[in-house]
């Protein structure tokens, strides 16, 4: 079983709809959450940090159900500039090393 | 946030040369240096952990004598990939902490195709 699992669309979505991605992780010690979203053929970028009691950052809501290990990320209005891939990534000592999931790839169609 | 940059941006090579890729931090002291490959379509894996001044730290299945990592400085760190073979054609990303946020800044990755 991988550590870090997420679903490897695509997911083709209108511009303007919301979308959801999860991801689930296998070790129950992972200490730190994140997404990440990468372009095509571009390096990572952090996108938002997901604490324990949700966060929201702009149209991006991430989640985190420790009990069920998956951690979810919504985004709203979608814009043309999400089409990336996005990343679910933890960590069991905060940033030392972290386990990146394969990616979720989304398109976001005008 | 921090700038970490690579060099290479890609190379080709011939099978059996040895290629070097730097990774530097521009604006802050890595401590802690990560090394990274992506094949296409799969996520990315760590190769290994650097510290500055020690032994690189290498993931199970990582030859660490094929993939040789020096980390002399705290803003610079190379991997050098001995004896490339075109299996190890791949994206090789670094990433450093260190800095203020403590967050891991990755470098804009180096494409590497063995021939």
């Known amino acids: 079983r991988k550590e870090v699992e997420q679903d490897p669309g695509p997911f083709n979505v209108p511009e303007g709809a919301t979308v959801a991605f999860n991801c689930t992780y296998s070790n129950s010690a992972s200490q730190s959450f994140f997404w990440y979203r990468q372009d095509c053929r571009k390096e990572p970028k952090l996108l938002m940090s997901?604490?324990?009691s949700g966060n929201e950052d702009g149209r991006f809501t991430a989640q985190l159900n420790r009990a069920s290990q998956y951690i979810s990320l919504l985004i709203r209005d979608s814009k043309l500039s999400d089409s990336a891939t996005y990343l679910c990534?933890?960590?069991?000592?905060?940033?030392?090393?972290?386990?990146f999931g394969t990616g979720t790839r989304l398109t976001i169609i005008p | 946030g921090a700038v970490v940059s690579q060099h290479p941006s890609w190379v080709i090579c011939k099978s059996g040369t040895s290629v070097k890729i730097e990774c530097r931090s521009l604006?802050?002291?890595?401590?802690?240096m990560f090394w990274y490959r992506q094949f296409p379509k799969q996520s990315l894996m760590l190769m290994a952990t650097s510290n500055e001044g020690s032994k690189a730290t290498y993931e199970q299945g990582v030859e660490k004598d094929k993939f040789l990592i020096n980390h002399a400085s705290l803003t610079l760190s190379t991997l050098t990939v001995t004896s490339a073979h075109p299996e190890d054609s791949s994206f090789y990303i670094c990433?450093?902490?260190?800095?203020?946020?403590?967050?891991?800044?990755f470098g804009p990755g180096t494409r590497l195709l063995v021939l």
């Open positions: 990433s450093a902490t260190g800095g203020f946020e403590e967050t891991q800044y």
């Open positions: 604006d802050f002291q890595a401590t802690t």
């Open positions: 997901v604490y324990s």
């Open positions: 990534v933890v960590s069991t000592f905060g940033n030392e090393k972290l386990t």
